[in-house]
């Protein structure tokens, strides 16, 4: 086969894998201080406390995102590379949606985040002093990451 009509091909069938089955995939940061414990952000638009975090957008890398959202929602500057602590499938938001959990332990907040129509409160919490409505997949990714119980697959 010709390499221009390969190459094509290539094109066409990324194309239809990518409207017929379209993958999401966001960045959660598990961003703990032995001082402060956990940071953790209440959204406007869905109940409980969840590690900050968000989308990845086309032409971002994961690790890119996970800066850009720590900024957003914490104003908090990464004084590492993140390390994975694992991709898991979230089927509460899409059966193709996927959840890459990182962990930062060096890190810096620039300034407080205030209150605003996205971020209700966002706020460092004692690693044994979680807030009651923390989320189920974040009170479990944090188990999984301090406590070594082992990652489930999904969120």
């Known amino acids: 086969m ?19 089955r379209p993958m999401t995939l966001g960045v959660r940061a598990a961003l703990i201080d032995e001082e402060r414990g ?5 959204h406007a638009y869905t109940p409980g406390w969840h590690m900050p975090g968000g989308g990845v957008e086309a032409g971002e890398s994961a690790l890119e995102a996970l800066a850009r959202e720590c900024a957003e929602e914490g104003h908090i500057a990464l004084d590492e590379t993140p390390v994975l602590h694992g991709l898991f499938q979230n089927r509460h938001v899409s059966r193709r949606d996927h959840v890459a959990v990182y962990v930062v332990r060096r890190f810096r907040q620039l300034a407080e985040r205030r209150p605003d129509r996205e971020i209700l409160e966002a706020r460092f919490f004692a690693l044994d002093a979680l807030p009651a409505d923390v989320t189920r997949g974040t ?4 188990r999984e990451i301090l406590d070594g119980a082992a990652p489930a697959e999904r969120w």
């Open 139 to 142: 009170q479990a990714r944090l």
């Open 38 to 42: 956990v940071f953790l952000i209440r």
């Open 2 to 20: 010709p390499p221009l009509v390969h190459r094509a091909m290539q094109r066409g069938m990324h194309a239809y894998w990518r409207f017929a």
